[in-house]
C-alpha cells in the first residue's frame, strides 16, 4: 500500500483535509497524525506547527515512524514573483532557504546541494488539477526562512539572493528531510499575501481563505497519485 504524508504547519491548513479524510489519530511525541484509508491508499496527514525545525522533525517522523513513500507540504505563501496574485496556487520546481548561506549546504559541505528538487510528477500533476478547477498555478522555486515576511526591503533582498517564487516558512526544511532520505516530495501553496508592507494584513484577511483553496487542491491530488 502506497502511504502519502501530509503536512501542514497551520490548523486552518490542515482543518478541511481532516474533515475530509477522517482519520485515525495516533500520537508520536507531541505530533498527533492522522491515518486515513483512500481506496488502496494510506494518507497520513499531520500538523507540524511553523518554523523550519518543527516541519524537519514531523517529516522525519513520517518517514521513519509511517514510512510515508512520498509527502506533500500544503498550505499558504507570501508572494515574491509580480506574476503571482493572492489565491494563486505555487507548485514547487524546488526548494531552497533564504536564511542560510547556500554555500554551507554545497561544494564540499554535506548534503553537496544547496536547493533541494520537488518530484516532478507529483508537481505536475498538481498543476494539471488547479487547470482542471480553473485556478492559476506557476511552477517555481519556493524558499522557506524562520521570518513572517512583511517588509518589501527584505522582500527584495530574498529575491535577489534566491529567485524565489514565494516565501514561507517550512517547505525547504521538509525538501532538505526528503532529499536525504530519498523520498519524493511536492510543496503547494495557495498566495495570502504579497510578503510587502501590506502583507500582515492581507494575510489576516485571505489566509482561511487561502487555507482551505489549497487543502482542496491537495485532496483532488492525492486521489490521484
Excluded: W
Excluded at 31 to 54: D, H, M, P, R, S
Aim: proline share 2%; charged share 20%; hydrophobic share 40%.
Amino acid at each position: 500500500m502506497k502511504t502519502i504524508g501530509i503536512i501542514c504547519a497551520l490548523e486552518s491548513e490542515l482543518k478541511r483535509i481532516r474533515e475530509a479524510l477522517g482519520g485515525r489519530p495516533e500520537q508520536v511525541g507531541l505530533y498527533t497524525f492522522y491515518t486515513a484509508g483512500l481506496g488502496e491508499k494510506q494518507v497520513v496527514a499531520v500538523q507540524c506547527g511553523i518554523g523550519k525545525v518543527n516541519a524537519a522533525a514531523c517529516a522525519q517522523m513520517l518517514i521513519s515512524n509511517f514510512h510515508a513513500d512520498c509527502i506533500i507540504n500544503s498550505g499558504v505563501s507570501g508572494a515574491l514573483s509580480d506574476k503571482l496574485h493572492i489565491m494563486d496556487i505555487v507548485a514547487a520546481t524546488d526548494v531552497a532557504y533564504h536564511d542560510l548561506y547556500s554555500g554551507f549546504l554545497s561544494g564540499d559541505y554535506f548534503p553537496g546541494a544547496d536547493h533541494f528538487p520537488a518530484d516532478e510528477r507529483i508537481s505536475s500533476l498538481a498543476e494539471k488539477v488547479c487547470a482542471e478547477q480553473g485556478i492559476a498555478c506557476l511552477r517555481g522555486r519556493v524558499v522557506s526562512g524562520d521570518q513572517f515576511v512583511t517588509d518589501s526591503t527584505v522582500k527584495a533582498k530574498i529575491i535577489a539572493d534566491t529567485q524565489g517564487m514565494t516565501t514561507e516558512m517550512e517547505g525547504a526544511a521538509i525538501g532538505h528531510v526528503c532529499y536525504l532520505n530519498k523520498v519524493p516530495f511536492a510543496v503547494i501553496r495557495c498566495i495570502s499575501d504579497g510578503a510587502d508592507d501590506q502583507g500582515a494584513t492581507d494575510f489576516d484577511t485571505f489566509v482561511v481563505h487561502a487555507a482551505e483553496r489549497c487543502a482542496k487542491i491537495t485532496l483532488s491530488l492525492i486521489e490521484r497519485l
